[in-house]
């Protein structure tokens, strides 16, 4: 297998089509559709979907679209050093998050990151919380941040983050609001960070449960959670729209279609609180969800230092994140717990 095949079939992927794609990397129509065959042939598996208007990528595709821009990143940085004299840490990881945590936490780390190893090239991978998991074992992350996970054969799992759901929603009337509570104030246990609940009201499963909601299918990590309280409580969900797809379920609830449930990380995307508008952390019981911070189980006795420098990043930022309130979450990492078993 050649770079430059792989960025032909980069130059196909992106452009989706064979004769946009020939036209910008200046090679014939036939000779891109030779490499791009010759690269099936190869790899023993189909890359596009061919139609009269254009390509589309397979899921195998897709796969050796992320595999092959870190190849060719990291090829290039090997040439870039080869040719110069090293300048602090340098190098590639792929870190793998939950799409509703990225939103918030991976743009201040990679700025972080930028200021203090500008030489290091982080890749992500937002996805599904299960893909998440898949994307660690299968290896193709260095970093990955898992949700409710404390135990995978293979992978170095640390409890690190601990944040509240919300229920959230437009309460025209005033009707849920009054079955809301003041916060209870709970402090923290000692030794932990968090921060207090910004004086959120509370409201109680029970009533959650029964207001029409607006979720994601049971794939979900979210409304697995749901349901499986709901199911320890005896209750039924008051389903009034279901759709996987996050845009369609928070324009639903933006116009006032029903009510979702929200992590603290996705607090900041929410209306404000106040008007007509609702957000209430969900008790009895406190519903919340816990992030594990994951790595490959060590094979070398120290670790990759830009791995390192990368998790560390990750660190000190939701550190930083929950000590300013920025993030309504308590900070786990470090504290002492007793061995998972598999």
């Known amino acids: 297998m050649e ?3 792989l960025r032909y079939f980069i130059a196909v992927l992106e452009a989706g089509s064979l004769s946009r794609a020939a036209g910008a990397l200046y090679v014939a129509q036939p000779a891109l ?32 679209y992320q595999d092959a ?10 040439r870039e050093r080869l040719q110069r004299a090293p300048d602090g840490l340098e190098g590639s990881v792929t870190v793998a998050v939950p799409f509703l945590l990225a939103s918030l936490l991976l743009g201040p780390v990679l700025a972080r990151l930028k200021k203090a190893h500008p030489r290091i090239r982080v890749f992500v991978i937002d996805d599904l919380s299960l893909m998440v998991r898949k994307a660690m074992v299968e290896r193709r992350a260095d970093i990955g941040i898992l949700v409710d996970t404390e135990y995978v054969s293979g992978l170095d799992v640390k409890p690190f983050v601990r944040e509240a759901m919300f229920v959230c929603g437009f309460d025209a ?12 104030g709970k402090k923290a246990a000692r030794g932990k960070t968090r921060t207090a609940p910004a004086q959120r009201p509370e409201l109680a499963f029970a009533h959650a449960a029964s207001l029409p909601l607006v979720l994601q299918s049971r794939r979900f990590s979210i409304r697995a959670q749901v349901e499986e ?10 389903i009034a729209h279901e759709h996987d797809s996050a845009r369609v379920i928070r324009s639903l609830y933006l116009a006032g279609a029903g009510f979702t449930f929200s992590p603290a990380c996705a607090m900041g995307e929410a209306p404000p609180a106040g008007s007509q508008w609702l957000v ?10 816990t992030y594990f911070l994951a790595t490959p189980s060590a094979r070398e006795p120290e670790p990759d230092p830009v791995v390192q420098a990368v998790r560390d990043a ?18 786990l990492l470090g504290q002492r717990r007793a061995p998972a078993k598999p």
């Open 280 to 289: 209430a952390r969900v008790v009895q019981p406190d519903l919340a969800r």
């Open 3 to 5: 770079l430059r095949s």
């Open 314 to 331: 990750l660190v000190d930022e939701a550190r930083d994140m929950i000590a300013s309130g920025r993030w309504e979450a308590e900070f």
């Open 69 to 78: 821009r870190k190849l060719l990143s990291d090829a290039a940085a090997m």
């Open 229 to 238: 309280t709901a199911a320890d409580l005896g209750l039924e969900l008051n």
């Open 173 to 184: 009337n005033g009707d849920v609001a009054a079955l809301a509570q003041p916060p209870a």
């Open 33 to 64: 559709t030779a490499q791009i065959k010759k690269l099936e042939t190869e790899l023993g598996t189909q890359l596009f979907e061919r139609s009269h208007v254009g390509v589309t990528p397979t899921a195998a595709g897709l796969q050796l």
